[in-house]
């Protein structure tokens, strides 16, 4: 393990049963919370791209805004929030995805993201991958070029990122966890 995966471990906490019994929670305030894991965090996701010409990074709800923000600081790129549904002020464009038990929505606004522009998707943790599926689908419908998408966490056992990798979507992640 590299001296950055341990340090990393080391500042995510992992807390049993929350939400519901028989999740393992990978809480990453603790990370954010420590100044020197969280820049190098940061530094890692983002060194692939610093010499390509980024426009915009796409976060999603929640933690994956704190992430976007320092990304988008980094790269000189904008950012753009994926909210669930209800939340955005303006025109938006909305689709379902689907969630363990279930599925929900989530909307981007219409007039985020023009047609050809280069967009990195974040977030904190990527599982079965039903979320950031759905964040893809919103993108392409704007006609974003996906460079990446960029998770902290993998756990790869849950499939999200082959599920990324086979709609042709590049994937970063970090540190990985074995189970879910
Ligand atoms: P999924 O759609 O299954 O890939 O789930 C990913 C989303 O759910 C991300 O926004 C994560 O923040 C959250 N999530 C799923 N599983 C966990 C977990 N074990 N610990 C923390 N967050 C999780």
């Known amino acids: ?35 020197r894991a969280f820049r190098r965090a940061i530094d890692e996701l983002v060194h692939p791209y610093a010499g390509l010409r980024v426009s915009k990074i796409a976060g999603i709800e929640a933690r994956g805004f704190i ?19 209800g939340k955005l002020p303006h025109d938006t464009v909305r689709v379902a995805y ?30 079965t991958g039903g979320t950031a599926e759905g964040a893809v689908k919103l993108l392409r419908q ?10 902290v966490i993998d756990l790869p056992d849950l499939g999200g990122r082959k599920k990324l990798e086979d709609l042709g979507v590049q994937v970063r992640t970090l540190i990985s966890y074995e189970g879910h």
């Open 67 to 85: 992430l976007g923000g320092a990304m988008a600081h980094q790269l000189s790129a904008g950012f753009v929030p994926i909210r669930k549904k």
């Open 142 to 151: 704007m006609g974003a070029d996906i460079v990446a998408a960029c998770f």
């Open 1 to 35: 393990m590299t001296n950055l995966e341990n340090e990393l471990r080391a500042a995510i906490r992992t807390i049993k049963d929350y939400p519901k019994p028989g999740i393992l929670f990978r809480d990453i305030t603790t990370l954010l919370g420590a100044p």
């Open 98 to 127: 689907s969630l363990e038990y279930g599925v929900d929505e989530m909307e981007m606004h219409r007039d985020a993201i023009a047609p050809g522009e280069s967009v990195i998707l974040v977030d904190d943790l990527i599982a």
